[in-house]
């Protein structure tokens, strides 16, 4: 259904959601679980839109549309388990107890490389939570949402409306920004966006959940398994093309090791196969944009005039040639370099030696951003200094294995620039709600809490 305007869209949200509410939560989950169904029904055909538009290989493509109907499993069991705690009250004959309702409308903004399972993360827990949702996809997978809506609308009988698409750029996603008929803005995508973005919902004191860049690094101990790490290390790195939130960016690597891990590292990366994303045996396939790849060589200038050692990072005759394949690029550093501050996104790894673990993990933690992190060791008493209060200061913690890869058990996110949202699993549904306390008085009398006494008489 096409929609005139912005508001008339809105209203049509608005009037889905106080629908929607009133269907109890477990029949939403029924509604979730017939909407998995249809997308593994689908599988294989919305991975090829993913692969299509996202230019993502097929084994990602299809892990992608897998983790949106794993969202679907966990939502619709969560239906059954939007739980509120029940207090102890100070006050004879009284009970405390904490409600959890919708919200209303939830405005979703993704970005191009997760165009399925970031929308998955939010319209699952949103629907069974009670609420509608407004979707903003990224100009670059149109096509995915288009095929999404389609598959929600083989099943939404009376609820189609529940999930609305807009689409469009920079000017729809403020709109909804500035909307306050929107409750949530969930937005995903570059550190930039989210900051120009949160200061409009929150001038109408809007909520946002905010998903953003990061500049995540590993650090590889004596101790590490090495040939475990390389393939950790490299999936990491080079997966999606560099272009995940979660993309390792840099390595700390003991001194110790460092000569060994280096000749697996460039043994692992002249291994990999470059090529159409749609042809099964390619591992990367080319950037998003000329943009990207301006980005990425850009930042490769402008670090060579330094003392690094840069290896690949090229663009490849391979594919279609107008498109931008590149071989990821490993830097060697001796020193932190202001290019390693800052994310780029496209596959580029940093790596310096230490000899000193709180010192790597000072170096892991001293960026704006705090996504995702990982150390590799099979020492007990190092890893668990990396996740203490004094270890990585990320949303994620990984031991032993890579930076990206997350599950959708656990709550998915992180601190600092990087918006300090939490979406997929754990209580990140809580988000989608608004908390109520309620105070329900069963006796005759109506005592005052803290000892107030207040008689008229």
């Not at 020492?379 to 599950?407: K, P, Q, W, Y």
Request: proline share 4%.
């Amino acid at each position: 259904m096409e929609f005139k305007s912005h508001e008339e869209l809105v209203g049509a949200s608005t009037k889905a959601a106080k629908k929607w509410r009133l269907v109890p939560a477990p029949q939403r989950g029924e509604f979730i679980r017939q909407f998995g169904n249809e997308l593994r029904n689908q599988k294989t055909e919305l991975a090829k839109v993913i692969t299509k538009e996202a230019r993502k290989i097929v084994t990602e493509a299809e892990g992608e549309v897998q983790e949106a109907i794993d969202m679907c499993d966990f939502a619709t069991g969560l239906s059954r388990q939007l739980y509120g705690l029940t207090m102890p009250s100070e006050r004879p004959d009284h009970r405390l107890q904490e409600l959890w309702q919708p919200i209303g409308i939830v405005g979703c903004i993704t970005a191009f490389n997760f165009p399925m399972a970031v929308f998955a993360w939010n319209f699952c827990l949103a629907s069974v939570c009670g609420n509608s949702i407004i979707w903003k996809p990224s100009p670059h997978s149109n096509g995915c949402a288009d095929a999404i809506k389609k598959a929600w609308d083989e099943v939404a009988g009376e609820h189609k409306d529940l999930l609305l698409v807009l689409k469009g750029g920079n000017a729809e996603a403020t709109a909804l920004c500035e909307d306050a008929n929107i409750s949530l803005i969930s937005a995903t995508g570059s550190t930039q966006m989210g900051k120009e973005l949160a200061p409009i919902v929150s001038a109408r004191l809007g909520r946002t959940l905010l998903e953003l860049g990061g500049n995540n690094a590993a650090i590889i101990c004596p101790s590490a398994d090495l040939d475990l790490t390389v393939k950790g290390i490299t999936f990491s790195a080079c997966g999606t093309t560099g272009q995940r939130c979660t993309s390792l960016r840099r390595a700390f690597v003991h001194e110790d090791i460092y000569e060994d891990f280096m000749q697996k590292l460039h043994a692992y990366y002249s291994s990999l196969k470059i090529g159409d994303p749609s042809v099964s045996s390619n591992q990367i396939g080319p950037l998003i944009s000329e943009r990207s790849y301006n980005d990425m060589q850009g930042v490769l200038e402008s670090i060579k005039n330094k003392d690094v050692t840069v290896h690949g990072g090229q663009r490849l005759e391979v594919g279609d040639p107008e498109e931008f394949y590149v071989m990821p690029a490993i830097v060697e550093v001796s020193q932190i370099e202001d290019e390693m501050l800052n994310e780029t996104f496209a596959p580029i790894l940093y790596v310096k030696k230490f000899t000193d673990l709180t010192n790597a993990i000072e170096m892991q933690n001293n960026v704006k951003q705090g996504l995702s992190s990982s150390i590799f060791t099979n020492d007990m008493r190092e890893s668990e200094l990396f996740l203490s209060s004094e270890g990585s200061d990320c949303g994620i913690a990984n031991v032993n294995i890579g930076t990206s890869g997350a599950e959708i058990g656990g709550a998915f996110g992180g601190e600092k620039d990087t918006g300090g949202g939490r979406e997929s699993g754990s209580d990140a549904w809580k988000a989608y709600m608004r908390r109520v306390t309620a105070t329900i008085n069963y006796g005759k009398d109506l005592p005052l809490a803290q000892g107030v006494e207040f008689d008229e008489s």
